[in-house]
Nanobody, 123 residues
Framework: QVQLVESGGGLVQAGASLRLSCAASVRTRSTYAMGWFRQAPGKEREYVAAISGSGLVRNYVDSVKGRFTISRDNAKNTVYLQMNSLKPEDTAVYFC????????????????WGQGTQVTVSS
């Protein structure tokens, strides 16, 4: 069983930056791809980004490319999402997830989910 705990959300103005963190309760290196999803009020959960177990492969949804960066520190069992140039449409609850591969996460299929952290971007 893997527990994922997100942190780093908050209220910021448009154009600001935030860094989300997701700490895993057990070692995830080379075992799980890690990803971030988000869900805005009244909308379905949306895939944002994912990173392979080794950290060598990364994938992003088009709407965040060039603004968000996913990374992982396997020594700390932690994955990060650096979010720059935030826009009001980025407002959502952000969830961390762990799955077998980036492809699985891209399809919304994950083995484990965190509880989420709220990100609110004001205009």
């Amino acid at each position: 069983q893997v527990q994922l705990v997100e942190s780093g959300g908050g209220l910021v103005q448009a154009g600001a930056s935030l860094r989300l963190s997701c700490a895993a309760s057990v070692r995830t290196r080379s075992t799980y791809a890690m990803g971030w999803f988000r869900q805005a009020p009244g909308k379905e959960r949306e895939y944002v980004a994912a990173i392979s177990g080794s950290g060598l492969v990364r994938n992003y949804v088009d709407s965040v490319k060039g603004r968000f960066t996913i990374s992982r520190d396997n020594a700390k069992n932690t994955v990060y999402l650096q979010m720059n140039s935030l826009k009001p449409e980025d407002t959502a609850v952000y969830f961390c997830a762990a799955g077998p591969t980036i492809s699985d996460l891209g399809r919304g299929s994950a083995d484990y989910w965190g509880q989420g952290t709220q990100v609110t971007v004001s205009s």
